[in-house]
């Protein structure tokens, strides 16, 4: 069993930055690839960036890349989130999520656990 806990949200104007964090306890935790989702309001959730579980492979989706960087700390059992020049259309939730794979990570349902999400918003 892994529990995720989510923090670091906010409201920042645009072209600002926030730092997400996912902290993950379970004794396996270090084990999963972890990814970042995020869901508008009135919207399908959305892949956002994933590390595998060594942190030496990183994905993201088109519209964060340069953006958004996304990093793992086994030792501490944590992933991040850096989000910088961040836009109106980046508000959401955002949800950290795990799964012991590493394949298809940008797909929303083959997930084996997520966090409550914490709400990020910009402001034009």
């Known amino acids: 069993q892994v529990h995720l806990l989510e923090s670091g949200g906010g409201l920042v104007q645009a072209g600002g930055s926030l730092r997400l964090s996912c902290a993950a306890s379970?004794?396996?935790?270090?084990?999963?690839?972890m990814t970042w989702f995020r869901q508008a309001p009135g919207k399908e959730r959305e892949f956002v960036a994933a590390?595998?579980?060594?942190?030496?492979?990183?994905y993201y989706a088109q519209f964060v890349k340069g953006r958004f960087t996304i990093s793992r700390d086994n030792a501490e059992n944590a992933v991040y989130l850096q989000m910088d020049s961040l836009k109106p259309v980046d508000t959401a939730v955002y949800y950290c999520?795990?799964?012991?794979?590493?394949?298809?990570?940008?797909?929303?349902?083959?997930?084996?656990?997520w966090g409550q999400g914490t709400q990020v918003t910009v402001s034009s």
């Open positions: 999520a795990a799964k012991i794979s590493s394949r298809h990570l940008d797909n929303k349902n083959e997930y084996d656990y």
């Open positions: 379970g004794r396996t935790a270090s084990t999963y690839a």
């Open positions: 590390v595998t579980w060594s942190g030496g492979v990183t």
